[in-house]
């Protein structure tokens, strides 16, 4: 009986784990909060939370920015914005490593606490690491979080905080809004 409870219990944690993926849909026609999660997931996968909050607060700030489409799924499915969505890939998720389940519980929890928090001003964000975009000069350097240097428009302040307003490690931005991107 002690070794059938065990046998159970492993294939419970095996199942938990390894053998039932995760998914998620990847497409414009998903509900904002999918759209937000695939973004978070495809472009910070692998950065600390702050990062993954503060790339989902730029998809919201943009959505209030006349310049940007008026809703989330506009805004990620936007040409030209977000290199995983104009690729030939599906970009669907399927995590069925425990590192991509992590990921991609991160990102799900990432977008719930920016919905309730809200947009934070950040209009751009890139990872100079794969990318030194020339637009980059012509707006001001708020800081980074993880992988990416968030920016605003010329002119505009930064907010007090990259990521979350409350509560964990903060990642200070550049309030004075002083200095492009380097």
């Given at each position: ?5 065990i ?8 199942q938990?784990?390894?053998a039932a ?12 909060f999918?759209c937000m999660v695939?973004n ?16 989902a607060?730029?998809?919201?700030s943009r ?6 489409p ?5 805004v990620?499915?936007?040409p ?13 998720i ?10 991609l ?6 977008v719930d606490?920016?919905?309730n928090?809200?947009p ?10 794969k990318?030194?975009?020339?637009w980059?000069?012509?707006?001001t350097?708020c800081g980074?979080a ?5 920016l605003v ?9 990259l ?10 931005s550049?309030?004075s809004g002083g200095?492009a991107a380097?």
């Amino acid at each position: 009986m002690k070794k059938l409870f065990i046998c159970f219990t492993l294939w419970i944690g095996y199942q938990a784990t390894y053998a039932a993926p995760d998914t998620v849909t990847c497409n414009r026609n998903q509900s904002t909060f999918n759209c937000m999660v695939c973004n978070c997931y495809h472009e910070t996968r692998g950065e600390p939370m702050e990062g993954k909050i503060a790339v989902a607060k730029t998809v919201l700030s943009r959505k209030e920015n006349d310049e940007f489409p008026d809703t989330v799924c506009g805004v990620v499915y936007q040409p030209a914005q977000f290199s995983w969505t104009a690729d030939k890939y599906k970009n669907n998720i399927s995590a069925s490593k425990p590192e991509d389940k992590s990921a991609l519980q991160a990102c799900r929890a990432a977008v719930d606490l920016s919905i309730n928090e809200g947009p934070n001003g950040l209009i751009y964000f890139y990872n100079p690491r794969k990318v030194t975009p020339g637009w980059a000069r012509r707006v001001t350097s708020c800081g980074r979080a993880g992988e990416h240097v968030f920016l605003v428009p010329r002119g505009e302040k930064c907010p007090k905080y990259l990521g979350a307003n409350r509560g964990g490690s903060q990642q200070k931005s550049n309030t004075s809004g002083g200095g492009a991107a380097r």
